[in-house]
């Protein structure tokens, strides 16, 4: 597992691409992602010996109701010949360790809970939280590091997008400038 460079971009958008398909782009958590850079310190991917991407993992800044910065986890892609070897489990192993590291007080994700629950990933913190736009509840799933961070929230979880941000800038997990 190695950081996301800036020259992995468009190999990681043609994984993601083969991954996902077109159809990503109307899905809520996608267009929650819309005109939002990812969390540079939280993008890594896995490379092959000749050096191409083979899967990635990429964070983005959210904003709680009560106005907490936390992580959206995804897309994780991985190489189609390479499925259920590991790789997508070693990324989000990696990824999580980071972001607690970082001080990001809790994690969330749109995807199946029987494959991220694994990883601690649970709807049972998510119940009072929505994304703008249409989600199957049941897939709408967090992780807390910090007891509390998701749970007994009410309200919708909204992009972090000052107007300042960059790639290189990192964002301050916790707050959002209270």
Do not use: C
Not at 15 to 39: C, E, H, Q, V, W
Not at 43 to 72: C, K, N, Q, T, Y
Not at 154 to 170: K, N
């Amino acid at each position: 597992v190695i950081a996301e460079r800036p020259e992995h971009a468009a190999a990681i958008e043609a994984l993601t691409d083969l991954s996902f398909g077109p159809a990503r782009f109307g899905k809520t958590a996608y267009r929650f992602r819309d005109n939002t850079p990812p969390i540079a310190t939280l993008g890594f991917v896995i490379e092959d010996h000749d050096g191409a991407v083979v899967s990635s993992l990429r964070f983005w800044p959210a904003i709680l109701p009560d106005g907490s910065v936390v992580a959206l986890l995804g897309p994780i892609s991985v190489a189609p010949s390479l499925r259920g070897l590991g790789y997508g489990s070693r990324l989000i192993h990696h990824g999580l360790m980071r972001a607690r590291s970082l001080g990001y007080p809790a994690v969330f994700l749109v995807g199946d809970a029987s494959y991220y629950n694994q990883f601690g990933f649970t709807a049972n913190v998510m119940h009072g939280l929505r994304l703008p736009g249409p989600v199957d509840r049941k897939r709408l799933l967090g992780l807390e590091f910090t007891p509390g961070t998701l749970d007994h929230q009410a309200g919708t979880i909204q992009p972090y997008r000052p107007t300042s941000i960059s790639q290189g800038q990192h964002i301050t997990p916790g707050s959002a400038g209270r």
